[in-house]
T-cell receptor, first 113, second 110 residues
Framework: GAGVSQTPSNKVTEKGKYVELRCDPI?????LYWYRQSLGQGPEFLIY????????DSGLPNDRFFAVRPEGSVSTLKIQRTERGDSAVYLC???????????FGPGTRLLVL | ELKVEQNPLFLSMQEGKNYTIYCNYS?????LYWYRQDPGKSLESLFV???NGAVKQEGRLMASLDTKARLSTLHITAAVHDLSATYFC??????????WGAGTKLIIKP
């Protein structure tokens, strides 16, 4: 079956711009996670959704970052007033419930110039 | 706060050799995961370890968990070039967050 998909695969933007990153989880998975990964490091947790609600958003670095999952399936990570330090690979993962193996998408490489 | 440490962070080895990657974590957890990441690719799940003494094997890779020592190992037997990748362990913090190690970059030379 289809895995987790993310779009776009690459995004180049200018400092101060707004970006949206999309994640389409595995069908039927109620849990969805966003991570950020910088070069040479492990993923850094951003936010976890259970269904439509954000069960844990403690990893969002500041109020420029926001994520939604309005129908409990597709999620969008939104970054306002992007900064060069936001450049990273943004990974999305889903799992059947709030525990168990997380299945990762291919990621979106964000470059802020 | 749960912290996860892997070592070594970098490992270069010859084909045919055996080696072990270690993953230590700082507080009690019920679940530990091993993932593989190829350059420029996403993360692929390898193993889930759910209880003390758990051992799982897939091909030349074997993972084990000692919850009392808060230690997991990933053992590579008779390494082959195709196993070259970065390997991450991740520990569930009981709030459905995974806390990740920094990764072990493994290079296997023919």
């Amino acid at each position: 079956g289809a895995g987790v998909s993310q779009t776009p695969s690459n995004k180049v933007t200018e400092k101060g711009k707004y970006v949206e990153l999309r994640c389409d989880p595995i069908s039927g998975h109620t849990a969805l996670y966003w991570y950020r990964q910088s070069l040479g490091q492990g993923p850094e947790f951003l936010i976890y959704f259970q269904g439509t609600g954000a069960a844990d958003d403690s990893g969002l670095p500041n109020d420029r970052f926001f994520a939604v999952r309005p129908e409990g399936s597709v999620s969008t990570l939104k970054i306002q007033r992007t900064e060069r330090g936001d450049s990273a690979v943004y990974l999305c993962a889903s799992s059947l419930r709030g525990w168990g193996t997380q299945y990762f998408g291919p990621g979106t490489r964000l470059l802020v110039l | 706060e749960l912290k996860v440490e892997q070592n070594p962070l970098f490992l270069s080895m010859q084909e045919g050799k055996n080696y072990t990657i270690y993953c230590n974590y700082s507080t009690t957890s019920d679940r530990l995961y091993w993932y593989r990441q190829d350059p420029g690719k996403s993360l692929e799940s390898l193993f889930v370890l759910l209880s003390n003494g758990a051992v799982k094997q897939e091909g030349r890779l074997m993972a084990s968990l000692d919850t009392k020592a808060r230690l997991s190992t990933l053992h590579i037997t008779a390494a082959v070039h195709d196993l070259s990748a970065t390997y991450f362990c991740a520990v569930d913090d009981s709030n459905y967050q995974l806390i990740w190690g920094a990764g072990t970059k493994l290079i296997i030379k023919p």
